[in-house]
T-cell receptor, first 112, second 111 residues
C-alpha cells in the first residue's frame, strides 16, 4: 500500500536554531500534502496545506514565517521550524492523499 | 465539513467486539464518513470509509444509519493492539481534502 515517510522521527535542538522535517510519498505522487501538529493528550491540529510548485496555505493562527513549507517535487514536502523555542516542542505529522489520506510516522521535536 | 461527536473513552474486553459510535447529524449528501486511529506516538492509520452503504474490510466494519446522521465502527474481535484513539471524520469529496480531527474516542482493550 501507499506509504508516507517522515524524517527524522525524533529531533532535539537548541532554542534559536532551525529544524527541517521531511515528508516523502514513497510510491505515489502527491501534489498536496498536509502538516499537522499534536500536543500531548490533544488531537491533531492542521497547520498548513503544502502545494507542489506554489505557496503553502496556512491555517489561521499559524505563523508562515516561523513554519516554512517547501513542496519542491511531487514526492517531497519539507517543514522548517525557524528560530525554534521550547513552546514549539510538539509532535509534527504530515499526510498525503492517494486512495485515502496516508500519514507519516511523525516527528517528535524537543526544543531545549 | 460536518462536525462529529464521539464518546471520549470506551473499554472493551479482548476478543469481544468493540463498537465505536459517531454522531454526524449535520452531514450532507455528498460527505463521506472516514475512520482513522492513532496508536500512541504514531501517525494516524486509515481504517475504513463509506458514503451510505455499510462497508467491511479486513480491519473493521462500518455501519451507517439510513438517515446517515450516525455511524458505528465495529472491530469484531478486539485485541490489545487495538488500543488507540479512534477518530470519526466527515469529509466533503471523499478524497484529496484536508482532514479535520476532533477529539476522538480513546479505546482501551483489556484482558
Amino acid at each position: 500500500g501507499a506509504v508516507v515517510s517522515q524524517h527524522p522521527s525524533r529531533v532535539i535542538c537548541k532554542s534559536g536554531t532551525s529544524v527541517k522535517i521531511e515528508c516523502r510519498s514513497l510510491d505515489f505522487q502527491a501534489t498536496t500534502m498536509f502538516w499537522y501538529r499534536q500536543f500531548p493528550k490533544k488531537s491533531l491540529m492542521l497547520m498548513a496545506t503544502s502545494n507542489e510548485g506554489s505557496k503553502a496555505t496556512y491555517e489561521q493562527g499559524v505563523e508562515k514565517d516561523k513554519f516554512l513549507i517547501n513542496h519542491a517535487s511531487l514526492t517531497l514536502s519539507t517543514l522548517t521550524v525557524t528560530s525554534a523555542h521550547p513552546e514549539d516542542s510538539s509532535f509534527y505529522i504530515c499526510s498525503a492523499w492517494n486512495t485515502e489520506a496516508f500519514f507519516g510516522q511523525g516527528t517528535r521535536l524537543t526544543v531545549v | 465539513d460536518a462536525k462529529t461527536t464521539q464518546p471520549p473513552s470506551m473499554d472493551c474486553a479482548e476478543g469481544r467486539a468493540a463498537n465505536l459510535p459517531c454522531n454526524h447529524s449535520t452531514i450532507s449528501g455528498n460527505e463521506y464518513v472516514y475512520w482513522y486511529r492513532q496508536i500512541h506516538s504514531q501517525g494516524p492509520q486509515y481504517i475504513i470509509h463509506g458514503l451510505k452503504n455499510n462497508e467491511t474490510n479486513e480491519m473493521a466494519s462500518l455501519i451507517i444509519t439510513e438517515d446517515r446522521k450516525s455511524s458505528t465502527l465495529i472491530l469484531p474481535h478486539a485485541t490489545l493492539r487495538d488500543t488507540a484513539v479512534y477518530y470519526c471524520i466527515v469529509l466533503l469529496t471523499g478524497g484529496g481534502n484536508k482532514l479535520t480531527f476532533g477529539t476522538g474516542t480513546q479505546l482501551k482493550v483489556e484482558l
